[in-house]
């Protein structure tokens, strides 16, 4: 079965950090972060392509940064000089190899909020 298993998160003061984590059950294509604040629709937050490109938010540029470790099929998404602004439930996504396809998988979700 193929999924992704999302960690990391929570609540943590502005101008702090937090760290995500999402692992995929396999060999993954594209791996990414999207976020959904109350009333929003979902946004892309960044993404990485299995060769390391990477392409980000204008609203995080500079404070976020993603990476992946091929080896593990693992997405991470480190998240510095938080602002309330960035309060959203975070959904990892990703392309992952099943037989001869590829399937886009989300996660459950994991809350990150940020107080002022």
């Known amino acids: 079965q193929v999924q992704v298993v999302e960690s990391g998160g929570g609540l943590v003061q502005a101008g702090g950090s937090l760290r995500l984590s999402c692992a995929a059950s396999?060999?993954?294509?594209?791996m990414g972060w999207y976020r959904q604040a109350p009333g929003k629709q979902r946004e892309l937050v960044a993404d990485?392509?299995?060769?390391?490109?990477?392409r980000y938010a204008d609203s995080v540029k500079g404070r976020f940064t993603i990476s992946r470790d091929n080896a593990k099929n693992t997405v991470y998404l480190q998240m510095d000089s938080l602002k309330p602004e960035d309060t959203a439930v975070y959904y990892c996504?990703?392309?992952?190899?099943?037989?001869?396809?590829?399937?886009?998988?989300w996660g459950q979700g994991i809350q990150v909020t940020v107080s002022s």
């Open positions: 396999g060999r993954s294509n594209d």
């Open positions: 996504n990703a392309e992952i190899k099943r037989w001869s396809t590829w399937v886009s998988v």
């Open positions: 990485v392509t299995r060769d390391g490109s990477t």
